[in-house]
């Protein structure tokens, strides 16, 4: 059983959205405040009615609904036509299943009468209070008091959270909820894990330590001193501990790992704990449908790989919605599951990639594919000294300005312009490649014909010096005259050079020798340096490019 799309009215930054998804694998990725775990928790409500881990009627507030349409109904009040009263729909339609057939039916806005799903309203209920309320014109704020949550199936019958047979699970290990020093959020999944009886016996355990406490007879000693001396009142003042409900051990009780309570283990084993944890309890093992919150929160690599491994196993054969910010998350998971988020609700997808780049990505997930994703526009190089030398003629032409401050990365990829530049594709980005030419200008073309001359693609521009540098004469011997470095020299000539580097080589091939030796540490004078410098061409076209 699997969600094969989600619409959602007016419920946070959402006034109108429409998402399809997969069976499988889902990857949600966007800048901040795209609405990723909005995504997440209105699916999550939709299916349990459960919001931030407790029931939407004790959670219901002002702030779940989509401002605008709130600040427009508020207004309108003061008018002689005030507007309906905002409400919260969010649609589900399923993949179809024998086992959710009564769901059929036609009351859906896509008018589909051979769909199968629900519909979650959160809708003020009219009545002659508060009829009276909209004609004093004395509305402020919205009348949560005549809002009532319902849920109804496409073929219009009412039914309870409880009755909805496609289950969810959210796990979000960065939730760090405490009280009295116990993390609610592991407790609460220690507490699913646990069988009624095992309940029972906790409760018992805890309400005898309560009584040891009590009838200790160094407390009864304290006590008559407290006694004696509190004046306030003629009642008895006495230290005890308070008996609470039957479920107090929850609050009450600290989970520890290896004899740490869990809140001053690492944040990234306290992670990885609550995911595993998440995934391994009773209503997880029963959900159709895993959310996750960003796994990737405070582990390392290593760590995450292992996580990352964990996910793929649980969650196999179900259907995982999962929101990240790493790279390394998406490219392990499989880039082809990626959901590009934008403002303004747009989506965009990485479909038809060629087979081996999915799985190039997930032998090699190190690369910063979502840098790429997320960029409104890139500039791709080879390696660390193309991108200082890069940033500085950007700088250079823009008031010293870096390009990430005009939302353009430059990001290094190696060798693996190809497999950029398939993603950049898909998703139509604005790209520049800054590439060497190697004396080789015809393999050059060959490689990148798929962006060139008749398939050239305005979006994409493949940037490198057309000319061949290598002397006729007297050439040194394994020297490469067609890199960024030599055609810095041609560029700046002998002396500017000396000056940028704060070298003072007398021939330009010694020069040559040395920053082919240097290169890093050449561009990083080249960044730091506070003189006019020239620049290639080809760099100047391509951040001419990105700047159109």
Same mark, same amino acid.
């Given at each position: 059983?699997?969600?094969?799309?989600?619409?959602?009215?007016?419920?946070?930054?959402?006034?109108?959205?429409?998402?399809?998804?997969?069976?499988?694998?889902?990857?949600?990725?966007?800048?901040?405040?795209?609405?990723?775990?909005?995504?997440?928790?209105?699916?999550?409500?939709?299916?349990?009615?459960?919001?931030?881990?407790?029931?939407?009627?004790?959670?219901?507030?002002?702030?779940?609904?989509?401002?605008?349409?709130?600040?427009?109904?508020?207004?309108?009040?003061?008018?002689?036509?005030?507007?309906?009263?905002?409400?919260?729909?969010?649609?589900?339609?399923?993949?179809?299943?024998?086992?959710?057939?009564?769901?059929?039916?036609?009351?859906?806005?896509?008018?589909?009468?051979?769909?199968?799903?629900?519909?979650?309203?959160?809708?003020?209920?009219?009545?002659?209070?508060?009829?009276?309320?909209?004609?004093?014109?004395?509305?402020?704020?919205?009348?949560?008091?005549?809002?009532?949550?319902?849920?109804?199936?496409?073929?219009?019958?009412?039914?309870?959270?409880?009755?909805?047979?496609?289950?969810?699970?959210?796990?979000?290990?960065?939730?760090?909820?405490?009280?009295?020093?116990?993390?609610?959020?592991?407790?609460?999944?220690?507490?699913?894990?646990?069988?009624?009886?095992?309940?029972?016996?906790?409760?018992?355990?805890?309400?005898?330590?309560?009584?040891?406490?009590?009838?200790?007879?160094?407390?009864?000693?304290?006590?008559?001193?407290?006694?004696?001396? &509190? /004046?306030? +009142?003629?009642?008895?003042?006495?230290? *005890?501990? #308070? @008996?609470?409900?039957?479920? !107090?051990?929850?609050?009450?009780?600290?989970?520890?790992?290896?004899?740490?309570?869990?809140?001053?283990?690492?944040?990234?084993?306290?992670?990885?704990?609550?995911?595993?944890?998440?995934?391994?309890?009773?209503?997880?093992?029963?959900?159709?449908?895993?959310?996750?919150?960003?796994?990737?929160?405070?582990?390392?690599?290593?760590?995450?790989?292992?996580?990352?491994?964990?996910?793929?196993?649980?969650?196999?054969?179900?259907?995982?919605?999962?929101?990240?910010?790493?790279?390394?998350?998406?490219?392990?998971?499989?880039?082809?599951?990626?959901?590009?988020?934008?403002?303004?609700?747009?989506?965009?997808?990485?479909?038809?990639?060629?087979?081996?780049?999915?799985?190039?990505?997930?032998?090699?997930?190190?690369?910063?594919?979502?840098?790429?994703?997320? &960029? /409104?526009? +890139?500039?791709?190089?080879?390696?660390? *000294?193309? #991108? @200082?030398?890069?940033?500085? !003629?950007?700088?250079?032409?823009?008031?010293?300005?870096?390009?990430?401050?005009?939302?353009?990365?430059?990001?290094?990829?190696?060798?693996?312009?190809?497999?950029?530049?398939?993603?950049?594709?898909?998703?139509?980005?604005?790209?520049?490649?800054?590439?060497?030419?190697?004396?080789?200008?015809?393999?050059?073309?060959?490689?990148?014909?798929?962006?060139?001359?008749?398939?050239?693609?305005?979006?994409?521009?493949?940037?490198?010096?057309?000319?061949?540098?290598?002397?006729?004469?007297?050439?040194?011997?394994?020297?490469?005259?067609?890199?960024?470095?030599?055609?810095?020299?041609?560029?700046?000539?002998?002396?500017?050079?000396?000056?940028?580097?704060?070298?003072?080589?007398?021939?330009?091939?010694?020069?040559?020798?040395?920053?082919?030796?240097?290169?890093?540490?050449?561009?990083?004078?080249?960044?730091?340096?506070?003189?006019?410098?020239?620049?290639?061409?080809?760099?100047?076209?391509?951040?001419?490019?990105?700047?159109?």
């Amino acid at each position: 059983m699997a969600i094969r799309k989600i619409k959602i009215e007016n419920y946070k930054i959402f006034d109108n959205f429409v998402l399809e998804l997969n069976t499988g694998l889902n990857i949600l990725v966007g800048d901040n405040e795209v609405g990723k775990s909005t995504i997440l928790e209105a699916i999550h409500l939709a299916l349990t009615g459960m919001i931030n881990g407790k029931n939407l009627n004790s959670e219901l507030t002002q702030y779940l609904f989509n401002n605008t349409s709130v600040r427009k109904y508020i207004d309108s009040i003061k008018t002689n036509s005030p507007l309906p009263p905002p409400q919260i729909k969010i649609e589900l339609f399923f993949e179809e299943c024998d086992e959710i057939t009564p769901l059929m039916g036609g009351i859906n806005s896509d008018r589909d009468n051979s769909a199968l799903g629900l519909i979650c309203i959160i809708a003020l209920e009219p009545t002659p209070e508060y009829e009276e309320l909209v004609k004093s014109g004395n509305i402020k704020t919205l009348p949560l008091e005549y809002y009532d949550a319902k849920w109804f199936t496409f073929a219009d019958k009412q039914i309870s959270t409880k009755t909805i047979p496609i289950k969810s699970a959210l796990v979000d290990s960065s939730l760090a909820r405490y009280q009295n020093g116990s993390d609610i959020y592991i407790s609460r999944i220690v507490r699913q894990s646990l069988e009624p009886a095992d309940v029972v016996k906790i409760a018992q355990a805890h309400r005898n330590m309560l009584r040891v406490f009590v009838d200790d007879p160094s407390v009864d000693e304290i006590n008559k001193k407290i006694s004696s001396k &509190a /004046k306030i +009142t003629d009642r008895e003042i006495t230290l *005890s501990v #308070e @008996l609470l409900s039957k479920n !107090a051990w929850e609050s009450s009780l600290v989970t520890c790992v290896d004899t740490i309570p869990f809140h001053h283990i690492g944040k990234g084993e306290q992670c990885i704990i609550k995911t595993r944890l998440a995934l391994a309890d009773k209503k997880a093992k029963d959900a159709s449908v895993i959310l996750m919150e960003e796994p990737e929160n405070h582990l390392t690599h290593t760590r995450l790989n292992h996580l990352l491994d964990t996910i793929a196993d649980e969650c196999e054969g179900r259907q995982v919605i999962m929101s990240t910010h790493s790279s390394f998350v998406a490219n392990k998971l499989g880039l082809e599951n990626i959901i590009l988020l934008n403002n303004g609700g747009k989506k965009s997808r990485l479909t038809d990639l060629s087979n081996d780049t999915p799985n190039f990505f997930k032998k090699l997930p190190g690369y910063d594919t979502l840098r790429l994703v997320l &960029a /409104k526009k +890139t500039i791709l190089v080879e390696g660390p *000294s193309d #991108e @200082l030398v890069v940033q500085k !003629a950007y700088m250079a032409a823009h008031s010293g300005k870096l390009p990430i401050s005009d939302g353009i990365d430059v990001i290094s990829v190696g060798t693996s312009f190809l497999r950029f530049l398939e993603i950049a594709s898909r998703l139509d980005k604005c790209v520049a490649i800054v590439t060497d030419n190697d004396g080789k200008i015809d393999s050059l073309k060959i490689k990148y014909c798929q962006y060139l001359g008749d398939k050239a693609k305005e979006n994409i521009l493949i940037s490198f010096d057309n000319n061949d540098r290598t002397p006729t004469e007297n050439p040194i011997a394994d020297y490469n005259y067609n890199t960024l470095e030599n055609l810095m020299l041609i560029s700046n000539g002998l002396s500017a050079m000396n000056n940028i580097l704060g070298t003072s080589f007398i021939s330009e091939n010694d020069l040559r020798s040395f920053m082919k030796a240097n290169k890093t540490e050449c561009a990083l004078a080249a960044f730091e340096y506070v003189g006019g410098i020239k620049f290639p061409d080809y760099i100047t076209e391509a951040i001419n490019h990105v700047c159109k």
